[in-house]
């Protein structure tokens, strides 16, 4: 009997290493250890040293990955005409629609909303989508009353909203708009980092400030060979700083793969291995919050996501550590019944939280199956 038991015992030991094999291969993560041998008592009437239950409800593929918290669309500015910089907005600071970025000579450059870069000056008789953007800037203002902001002509109304803007501001009433006047955003901006010091001479290729949007997102990274794991529009959770949770979704998957030198540290020789360290590609994957506006944390502190995955539901399952690698090729359960233990073959499905989708053998909701006991 004794050598039965021990057999039985390798068999869940050899069942639980096969899997993981298995679904390490097909891109799951499974957490279960195989039982150790050390420190076990078995039952001398060839019961199991413990059981669970097969359960019947929702199975989740779902995992968790490490991210950082910070804001969406980085960029560079740098100054479009030449001069000394005698004034910038502050590290972290939010810039809103014509607030003042930077200055040039004493001559501020001012934050529009827009999606096409500020290429040219503008001034009547001009057309395209950056003099829509203009016209919809000076109407949101209060400057453009009766413009209309879907024409692409830069039009005498225009070059009037233009000098209302300007005499606002105490500057010359031009009625055009110099290329160094202003920055076209797609939104509000917040400023990660200056890039020049008040004194410097900016100029082509040099950046004065580094911004970014203030919507709050998580980036985090995947092996290249688990990107199916992540898709666009899955659901997500995120754990913030201070225990907190946030809900949200992926909005985009790197369609690139990077190399990630895991090796230790700058030119791969942290590992001790002469530099040869374990490079792996990797994707970026983007995610944004339900109420972006609700999420709190300093930039780049570390998070955690936890990642929905395919649900099935209604299945039955059971425990990772239950499977039995079966004498005659796949895999069983010992159910456990009446003071009786008996080997039933089961067809396996999706893995998730520990534990496994299970068909066949006439299993039912509630039965006990024996597992390992560490």
Known sequence: ??????????????????????VSGGG???????????????????LPPATDEVRRGDLSSGSQVDGTLGYAGER???ASGPGVL???????????????LYEVNGRAVRLMYGSVPMYRPLKAGDKGEDVKQLKRNLVAL????????????????????????QKAHGE???????????AFATGPQRVKRGDAAVGDEPGPGKPVLTVTGTERIVRFQLDAAKAGSAKTGDRVTVRLPGGTGASGKIDSVGGTAAPDDQSGGPGGGGGGGGGGGDKKAKIEVIVVFDSPGDVKGPDQSPVSVSLTGETRTGVLSVPVGALLALSGGGFGVQVVENGRARDVKV????????????TGGDLKEGMRVGVPKI
Not at 28 to 46: E, S, T
Not at 86 to 100: H, K
Not at 172 to 179: D, H, N
Request: no cysteine.
């Open 1 to 22: 009997m004794r050598s039965g038991l021990m057999a039985r015992r390798g068999r869940w030991l050899v069942a639980t290493l096969a899997v993981v094999l298995a």
């Open 76 to 78: 560079k500015l740098s």
């Open 28 to 46: 799951y993560v499974l957490l279960d250890r195989p039982a150790r041998d050390d420190g076990r008592r078995q039952h001398a009437d060839g």
């Open 142 to 165: 209060g400057h453009g009353t009766g413009l209309d902001a879907s024409d692409g002509t830069f039009t005498q109304g225009t070059a009037a909203a233009v000098k209302r803007w």
């Open 86 to 100: 005698t004034w910038t907005a502050a590290e972290g600071s939010a810039v809103e629609r014509d607030g003042r």
């Open 347 to 358: 067809e396996l499905g999706m893995f998730g939280n520990g534990r496994v989708e299970v």
């Open 172 to 182: 010359k009433e031009t009625g055009e708009v110099a290329r160094e006047d202003i």
